[in-house]
């Protein structure tokens, strides 16, 4: 847990950030996590996920929005990409994942002028026959977050949220979210949140997470289980069988790049699982929460620093 919060803070830190994106030795592995940096490079990945029989979700990535007229870029980003996703046409099959903080929600008035931004991006979605999940960030954007979620489906009732199970308020929501149309991607959460919000433990991060898993998947909505664990996939499975829910009902979903033997796997059992595809220039505050999440990924990134390709 030291290492993660560690790991956290630095995707937090400018300096680390120049020295971290201008070593070439970097790429190599960022290449593992991110799809590339371009349109075209995302669309890629997704035609090959495709053949594979699975699923995918884009992030566009870009958070530390410090103007309006950044936030209207990653709207633009975030159209153009919907464009060229129509042109596969993979419906539902490919959506789009948005974090709020990339349109604006940090700045002045940042609430309102988030919901104005993503707006058209649900609409072009909804006319491709797609839809948009809202990612959930640290604890402090959690309501603007659900009552932007709150606005969205009014008209695009299919508009996805993502519960974070290390925070304690998760529960709750889960039971306000778990109801007819509703989509909710349940993790266990990759932000540095302090002990007066979150689980600081990892055996009650999965313990919670445990509990919000089984408060969805008893619901009427559509759970998408986040986790590379092979534990609580196998309990995801379990509760779908409990409660007679049909393969189209629920998701797994992983990080491109982790366990994509697995994701293939599962997705040729019969279990219907979608790859959270991320890709952009400003990848850096992403990857190190990747290297935040597993001790092994960290091993992977020094021992690629060290090793001349």
Known sequence: MVLQKALLAASRRPGLRRVVTGNPATRRVV????????????????????????QVTLDHLGEDITTRAEAERSRDAYLALLDGLAALELGAAAEVSV?????????????????ELVRPV???????????????????????TLAVLAELRKEHPGTGAVLQAMLFRSEDDAKALAVTG?????????????????HQK???????????????????????????????VARAHELAAQHSRAPDSWEVQMLYGIRPEEQRRLAAAGTRVR??????????????????????????????LVTRS
């Open 275 to 304: 790859a959270y595809v991320p890709y952009g220039v400003d990848w850096y505050a992403y990857f190190m929460r990747r290297l935040a999440e597993r001790p092994a990924n960290v091993g992977f990134f020094l021992r690629s």
């Open 31 to 54: 290449d593992r996590f991110v799809a590339g940096e371009t349109l075209d490079d995302a669309l890629v990945a997704v035609r090959a996920l495709s053949a594979d029989g699975i």
């Open 202 to 232: 990892k055996k009650d991060v999965d313990a919670a997470y445990a509990r919000c898993l089984e408060i969805l998947m008893a619901g009427p909505g559509y759970p998408m289980v986040g986790s590379h664990d092979p534990a609580m």
């Open 99 to 115: 974090k709020l903080s990339a349109f604006g929600q940090s700045l002045p008035d940042g609430h309102d002028l988030a919901l």
């Open 182 to 198: 509703s989509r909710v991607r349940l993790v266990k959460g990759a932000y540095n949140e302090p002990a007066a919000v979150a």
């Open 122 to 144: 649900a609409e072009a979605a909804t006319a491709i026959g797609t839809t948009v999940t809202l990612d959930m960030e640290d604890h402090r954007t959690v309501e603007s």
